[in-house]
């Protein structure tokens, strides 16, 4: 699901910080088909969960910088991360930072996604 507000914010992204969305968006696809995407432009972020409401049934979101994107996790420091992937120190968010494809394709990423979307869907019930 492509959204125009997901168009605008990889419109205005280099090519390489382009691809890197594209790619994450692929593991997201992958691990939960079913996400709903909310782009929020001014941020420079775009929110995935179970549902449209940010903090209750978001489970992470993809940040856009200059030189790389982050896969953000709004209930990160609740989620398992046996290889330490995660980084941040606020009282719930966790991010991983995405610099290369290669990064998108460690099997330590795509566990803490699963466990996110799980851990979204029996917050909500569902």
């Known amino acids: 699901m492509t959204t125009e507000g997901f168009n605008q914010l990889i419109a205005d992204a280099t090519p390489d910080i382009r691809k890197l969305i594209v790619e994450t968006k692929h593991l997201l696809e992958e691990v939960y088909p079913e996400y709903v995407e909310v782009p929020w432009v001014k941020q420079k ?19 856009i910088y200059i030189k790389h994107i982050v896969l953000g996790f709004n209930y990160g420091t609740e989620l398992p991360d046996p290889d330490n992937i995660l980084e941040g120190t606020g009282k719930l968010f966790r991010h991983y930072k995405i610099r290369s494809v290669n ?12 466990a996110a979307v799980k851990d979204i869907k029996q917050r909500n019930n569902r």
Request: without cysteine.
């Open 45 to 63: 972020t775009i929110g995935y969960g179970i549902g449209e409401k940010k903090m209750s049934e978001h489970f992470s979101w993809i940040g």
């Open 103 to 114: 990064d998108i394709h460690n099997p330590a990423l795509k566990a803490v996604l699963a």
